[in-house]
């Protein structure tokens, strides 16, 4: 017998699913005979040719895409990504989506093949004579019945005269009859070999690691400056050595450098082939847990810590996740969270798990309230598969508000979470973030700064990374954004801030081994932080 509670999960999944079709639905009406054949043309490497050809409403089509999961209420860009291409970028806001975004996300999340995308764009400078022309270019290969610019490209590739490496016979109508669109054929051919310079790896995880690499090299062999700042913020690095004051001057990560570094973990997570999405439609969303020191016996306070706090339960609240908040951790105080969300029973039924961490840190470790420097590999390595069964195959995201190293960049106004500041700072040590993560896949590390590095935090307005995280989430989870979207601009709203005199910076790193994509389902209400 299905419970109350469970109707009611039911309830609201139909609901759902209806407003999206609602919204396809909308679309729909915008669309003309063109545009579906238009669509047809561009859904012809993912959808069976002869469903196609009987499709005759893009409702067929999008019902084909659904079917097929290619389309989904958690995942539209697909259709977003249709929408662009045929030119109806009005549509987009039944997706929200915005040209712009839609433009900036191609390069790395296009279904469209680079082949379709530029066979379509060559049939929309074939007009009724040049077709006319080309077709008497060739006879009998066509048949006798009226066709459009699409229709015949669609007739060259199914007789196999052309293809993805076989131009031949396309260029020379060309040459011939549109001599303007062999540049737009020229251009494909320098994309294409450009994919194939760098190709798609098959296994993500191989490719995330190869990444990492790469950034941790660039962090070797960066350039860093320093200057002095008065802005009411505090670092959340701590020495265990003695001395509380402020000092000036210390290198600091180039954060371009460093949010080049981000985007290339997250364009080798993404291949050329559409990732598949993680299941968010269980009984339940999750567990939040948030752990907040703001109090030590050994180090300062972390003033600002409880806006973090409250900022994180009121968003992942929001989403769905049923969140807690510890204060003030002692290192046996959280191991006795650890086990107890270890072994909950309400992770079956559970899309995912979330563990955020305020406190002071240094180098791939926290310090518990009673300063215990805990490494976040012991933190994470509680919930594997092994040793959280009920967590095995769904993602793990872990959010560390911490510092990661010794390079701070104070001034007098600015309290310093290091204990002993007036040591110079040496420079950046390697560290490779594949030691903090359990060689497993599902797991996301989310760190404020990069290795080596301080994290700032405002005594008042709390601190940047979380800040933006929270803020980011509002704003982009209803986009439909996946989480590495997400963080990609957390890093480069984080790397934009500064202090007063725009000196003092800060970089966030992710490291991962998703195999999906993240992708939030959209609250039925609105966010206010």
Same mark, same amino acid.
């Given at each position: ?102 433009? %900036? ?115 070797? %062999? $960066? ?32 954060? $371009?450098? $460093? ?7 997250? %364009? ?38 409880? +806006? ?71 933190? $994470? ?52 973030? *594949? ?21 700032? *935090? ?33 890093? %480069? ?10 000196? +003092? ?25």
């Amino acid at each position: 017998m299905t419970t109350q509670g469970q109707g009611l999960d039911t309830s609201l999944e139909e609901n759902c699913s209806m407003d999206f079709r609602r919204k396809l639905l909308k679309i729909n009406e915008y669309l003309g005979a063109k545009d579906v054949e238009a669509l047809k043309f561009l859904c012809r490497d993912l959808l069976s040719h002869k469903k196609l050809e009987k499709s005759g409403s893009a409702l067929e089509i999008f019902e084909q895409l659904l079917a097929e999961e290619h389309l989904s209420e958690e995942d539209p860009f697909f259709l977003a990504e249709l929408l662009y291409i045929i030119r109806q970028k009005s549509l987009l806001r039944h997706l929200q989506y915005f040209k712009e975004q839609v433009q %900036n996300l191609l390069p790395v999340r296009r279904r469209v093949s680079l082949f379709r995308n530029l066979l379509y764009e060559l049939s929309e400078d074939i007009d009724s004579e040049r077709l006319r022309s080309m077709i008497f270019l060739l006879p009998n290969v066509f048949p006798k019945t009226e066709m459009t610019s699409l229709s015949f490209l669609a007739h060259l590739e199914k007789q196999d005269l052309i293809g993805e490496d076989n131009l031949t016979t396309l260029e020379d109508l060309c040459k011939i009859v549109a001599p303007n669109l062999l540049k737009k054929i020229e251009k494909y051919k320098t994309e294409k070999i450009s994919q194939v310079v760098t190709p798609p790896v098959e296994k993500e995880t191989e490719a995330l690691h190869q990444e990492e690499e790469k950034l941790l090299s660039l962090l070797g %062999n $960066m350039q860093v400056h320093g200057t002095s700042q008065k802005e009411p913020w505090q670092n959340e690095h701590e020495r265990r050595s003695n001395g509380d004051r402020a000092t000036n001057g210390a290198p600091i990560p180039s954060s $371009m450098e $460093m949010l080049r570094a981000s985007a290339d973990i997250r %364009n080798a997570a993404t291949s050329t082939k559409e990732a598949a999405v993680y299941r968010m439609n269980r009984k339940h969303r999750g567990h939040c847990v948030i752990v907040n020191n703001h109090t030590f016996t050994s180090m300062k306070a972390r003033p600002g810590t409880h +806006k973090d706090a409250e900022s994180l339960k009121c968003v992942f609240q929001w989403l769905g996740f049923a969140v807690r908040i510890y204060d003030d951790v002692t290192k046996g105080g959280l191991e006795e969270a650890l086990q107890e969300y270890k072994s909950h029973s309400g992770h079956a039924d559970g899309d995912c798990f979330v563990c955020c961490i305020l406190t002071h840190g240094k180098f791939g470790a926290v310090y518990s309230a009673d300063g215990a420097l805990i490494p976040i590999r012991d933190i $994470m390595s509680h919930f594997t598969a092994q040793q959280c069964p009920g967590l095995a195959h769904k993602p793990k995201l872990f959010f560390i508000q911490a510092c990661q190293g010794d390079e701070i960049q104070p001034s007098v106004t600015i309290e310093a979470d290091a204990l002993n500041p007036e040591k110079v700072p040496s420079a950046p040590r390697e560290v490779n973030l *594949r030691e903090s993560i359990p060689v497993e896949a599902d797991f996301l590390l989310g760190l404020a700064t990069v290795p080596g590095y301080v994290s700032f *935090r405002h005594l008042e307005k709390g601190s940047w990374y979380i800040q933006s995280l929270c803020n980011h989430l509002k704003d982009l989870v209803p986009r439909h954004e996946d989480i590495l979207s997400i963080l990609t601009a957390v890093n %480069n709203d984080v790397s934009r801030q500064a202090g007063k005199d725009g000196t +003092k910076k800060q970089m966030p790193q992710p490291a991962f081994t998703l195999r999906k994509k993240l992708i939030f389902p959209v609250p039925q209400e609105a966010l206010s932080l």
